[in-house]
């Protein structure tokens, strides 16, 4: 069977179509219908939902002969996308000779949290500052031009690498100094936004697959500052890896069929360290033999609270404080730590990919064009282009927005002709970015997924909202939310205002303080600390608390 695909094509109002095609031939075997075959092409076509018709993200285009639609295609699709050639990739099979487009998605110009230790010109000091994924740079204040010329006098430069679901940052230090960043869409989103989906996709013989992009992805970070740096891989002693429990177990090609089911029983949690063409395989800069720079994987709690948390918490000094902290990674894990230096309890909560526009009609990641505020004074969006759709931010200020003008009810309800038809926040001469029903539900599911597992881990803790000194809200949409507007529709206690502090990508930051901490020679002492702070940790499992139900219920109200 032959089909061309016209990758990252521009498709015009007319139907007609800008970009460059190319032909493949396949035999797509029983039940495949064009997603699978689209991934197995190693072309990527977003999929919050992993293929099962939810999302409604997969949207290809047909130039000419589109397949009669299905219902599907139906409830996700708007009239015009229909008549125009529009259908959802996991709802057809392939055919002879067809020929079909994927619209560009914009994920190359996503913003990707880095890292930024100085004030960051959105007055977050201390905190992470955003990059674009096709432009990382340099971090603020060096020149590349600085850098060119170093001959390598040793070896002591290190790869500090924050493994996320949805993204990849790798930073260079230098001894103590980051010199440089390069960021990119974890390309694994292709079998669906969140580790369920990648679960399911591994456990379904998917693993290897998965393993070769996120080694692309890592690789192809890496050569790009390598490059830019003039460095040769000689220079080079170590690779620092955190991420959650799945993304190390797929890295690593280890079966994932112990994360799907209970127990929950991961292969390890250990840290680790290896050799790079352990980990790397026959990846490599070049051709003249193995590399002998040393992998080092941060160590993880359990199945689904992992090492990116335990990196966090390192970076916010939890095992020396007596303080009473929370950290909350609002991703779609929704890992969450409570506690100090003497105990830590820990849990997760399947908050979904909605916080990062994610399974919602009218969501698009962090990219230009995007509406990330919504507010008395109108609407702002990404680089300041015309609104395509809303990310979290922007979900989050828009449901608080909509509450308090009453055009949604407490219960979530949309009010008047509005529950048929959504709301449009670009008005009604505006371009069309509507909030549904089901998207409300969606974001509604996610936010009282959070609340209730905050609730859950201070009764378990026995650390009241009131007794909390601290919430640090960990990543991208932590960094941007308007946390007076998470408040307001009930995600976060209105016990913490006035207590919120946004700590960025405090998973990179952690592998970072490693890294500065390793070549200052102190490396035996920070592998200590990594352990103690595992050891303090203690996982509420709300999957078996009788309470999470009931509370996720009473935090469902806006």
Known sequence: MNITVIESGKVHTDGSVQGNGRQYAFDPGDGRNLLHCLRELGISVPNDCGGNGRCGKCKVFFPEGAPEATEGDLEKLSPEELELGYRLACMHAPGEDMVIVIPESGEDAMEILGTQVHTT???????????????MGIIRGKETEDLQEDKCPDDNYRFAI??????????????????????????????????????????????EALREIILDDLMGAMEKLKERLHLSENCIRQVIIAGNTTMLHL?????CAGLGHAPFKPVTLEMGRDSFDSVFGRRNFNNDGKIAWEVLLFPGFSAFVGADIISGLYFCDMQTVSANRLLVDLGTNGEMALGNNKKIY????????????????????????????????GITTIGDKTPIGLCGTG??????????????????????????????ICGKFGPKVVITQEDIRQVQMA????????????????????EIDELALAGGFG????????????????????????????????????????????????????????????????????????????????
Not at 363 to 374: D, E, K, L, R
Not at 524 to 552: C, H, N, T, V, Y
């Open 121 to 135: 010109d959105a007055g977050k000091p201390g905190m992470t500052e955003p990059m674009a994924s096709a432009d």
């Open 162 to 207: 924050d493994l996320g679901t949805t993204t990849v940052v790798v930073a260079l230090l230098k001894g103590t100094e980051v010199i440089g960043t390069e960021a990119c869409v974890n390309h694994q989103r292709r079998f669906g936004a969140d580790v369920i989906s990648r679960i399911q996709a591994s456990m379904e013989g998917k693993g």
């Open 251 to 255: 890295l690593l090609g280890y079966p």
């Open 346 to 377: 820990v849990t997760s909560t399947a908050a979904g990919p909605a916080f990062e526009g994610g399974n919602l009609s009218c969501g698009v990641g962090s990219i230009p064009g995007a509406v990330c505020h919504v507010g008395e004074d």
């Open 395 to 424: 979900v989050i200020e828009a449901l608080a927005y909509m509450k308090r003008h009453g055009i949604m009810d407490e219960n979530g309800l949309l009010q008047g002709d509005f529950f048929e038809t959504g709301y449009n």
């Open 447 to 466: 936010k009282a997924a959070i609340r209730a597992g905050i609730e859950i881990l201070s009764l378990r803790s026995g650390i009241s909202c009131e």
């Open 479 to 558: 960094y941007y939310l308007d946390t007076e507007a998470a408040v307001e529709i009930g995600m976060l206690p209105k016990e913490m205002a006035g207590k919120i502090r946004a700590v960025g990508n405090s998973s990179l930051e952690g592998v970072i303080r490693y890294g500065r901490e390793a070549a200052a020679g102190r490396e035996e002492a920070q592998e200590e600390i990594l352990m103690k702070i595992q050891g303090l940790g203690e996982e509420i499992s709300l999957a078996e608390d009788p309470l999470f139900r009931e509370k996720f219920l009473e935090y469902m109200r806006f």
